[in-house]
T-cell receptor, first 118, second 113 residues
Framework: AQSVTQLGSHVSVSEGALVLLRCNYSSSVPPYLFWYVQYPNQGLQLLLKYTTGATLVKGINGFEAEFKKSETSFHLTKPSAHMSDAAEYFC????????????????FGRGTQLTVWP | DGGITQSPKYLFRKEGQNVTLSCEQN?????MYWYRQDPGQGLRLIYYSQIVNDFQKGDIAEGYSVSREKKESFPLTVTSAQKNPTAFYLCASSIRQGNHEQYFGPGTRLTVT
């Protein structure tokens, strides 16, 4: 089974500061990687994903993440935090697989709550 | 608009009662999933279904049951056998099981007293 570790259950930044949310994974095969955001009492919304190709992935709301195979990491960054970025962020990994396979399910980290101070 | 709907948003039940959570999608997705979310524990997979009339247990299936009689519907029943049913339940779907992203519904918060 895959595992996903999000370092830091809570991260606080000032408005305008760099946002860095860390994610490390374990996978025996090349993974697909995802970041989701969740606002209070809502479902999850996809921020960005890495499948193949360019290792620096850009997502919505100014977020981006870089896949580093050697470090088994997929950290999420945003150059300048905004008050509206306050939410919980989840990293997820999906191993290879196709129709009819038990592979390809998503494994989620425990989440990182981002607080943005004015 | 295409999407996933879950109803109701909030649900209250007495201990010992079964309760069914609704999940409907109009995205024409083959695969559907149920997750349970508790504070600080992320999302844990309860059941998933790759195709109509087929479903598999996830990591925490005990005390839950599902059906997949229609492509667009994947209801979850929380039975009285579930020891700690109070949680936030999320339904998701994907084009097919594999490496595609999952789309999530708004969730149902179940409180059992």
């Amino acid at each position: 089974a895959q595992s996903v570790t999000q370092l830091g259950s809570h991260v606080s930044v000032s408005e305008g500061a760099l946002v860095l949310l860390r994610c490390n994974y374990s996978s025996s095969v090349p993974p697909y990687l995802f970041w989701y955001v969740q606002y209070p009492n809502q479902g999850l919304q996809l921020l960005l994903k890495y499948t193949t190709g360019a290792t620096l992935v850009k997502g919505i709301n100014g977020f981006e993440a870089e896949f580093k195979k050697s470090e088994t990491s997929f950290h999420l960054t945003k150059p300048s935090a905004h008050m509206s970025d306050a939410a919980e962020y989840f990293c997820a990994v999906s191993e290879g697989g196709g129709r009819g396979s038990t592979l390809g399910r998503l494994y989620f980290g425990r989440g990182t709550q981002l607080t943005v101070w004015p | 608009d295409g999407g996933i709907t879950q109803s109701p948003k909030y649900l209250f039940r007495k201990e010992g009662q079964n309760v069914t959570l609704s999940c409907e999608q109009n995205l024409n997705h083959d695969a559907m999933y149920w997750y349970r979310q508790d504070p600080g524990q992320g999302l844990r997979l309860i059941y998933y279904s790759q195709i109509v009339n087929d479903f598999q247990k996830g990591d925490i299936a005990e005390g839950y049951s599902v059906s997949r009689e229609k492509k667009e519907s994947f209801p979850l029943t929380v039975t009285s056998a579930q020891k700690n049913p109070t949680a936030f339940y999320l339904c998701a779907s994907s084009i097919r099981q594999g490496n595609h992203e999952q789309y999530f519904g708004p969730g149902t918060r179940l409180t059992v007293t």
